[in-house]
Nanobody, 121 residues
Framework: QVQLVESGGGLVQAGGSLRLSCAASGRTFSIYRIGWFRQAPGKEREFVARINWSGGNTYYADPVKGRFTISRDNAKNTVYLQMNSVKPEDTAVYYC??????????????WGQGTQVTVSS
């Protein structure tokens, strides 16, 4: 079992910056990949970025490329999402999720409760 807790959300002006944190606990040694997702009211959940727990490989969705940076601190069992040059369309509840190394499927196995990010214009 892996538990995930997001934090760092809040209100920020367009063009500003925000850093989200995802703290993992439990069987963190089983984590293969951590992903960030977001969901706005009335819209489907969408992928934002992901990072491999071991090698640190990263991948970003097109809307956030060049603006967001995902990173990790394995000693602290924490993944970060640095959000720069934010836009109103970035407004959403942001979730982190863990893909366990023991699962073969493409999906994510554990999810946090989410943290609200609101970008004002």
């Amino acid at each position: 079992q892996v538990q995930l807790v997001e934090s760092g959300g809040g209100l920020v002006q367009a063009g500003g910056s925000l850093r989200l944190s995802c703290a993992a606990s439990g069987r963190t040694f089983s984590i293969y990949r951590i992903g960030w997702f977001r969901q706005a009211p009335g819209k489907e959940r969408e992928f934002v970025a992901r990072i491999n727990w071991s090698g640190g490989n990263t991948y970003y969705a097109d809307p956030v490329k060049g603006r967001f940076t995902i990173s990790r601190d394995n000693a602290k069992n924490t993944v970060y999402l640095q959000m720069n040059s934010v836009k109103p369309e970035d407004t959403a509840v942001y979730y982190c999720a863990a893909d366990a190394v023991t699962t073969a499927g493409p999906g994510y196995d554990y999810w946090g409760q989410g943290t609200q990010v609101t970008v004002s214009s």
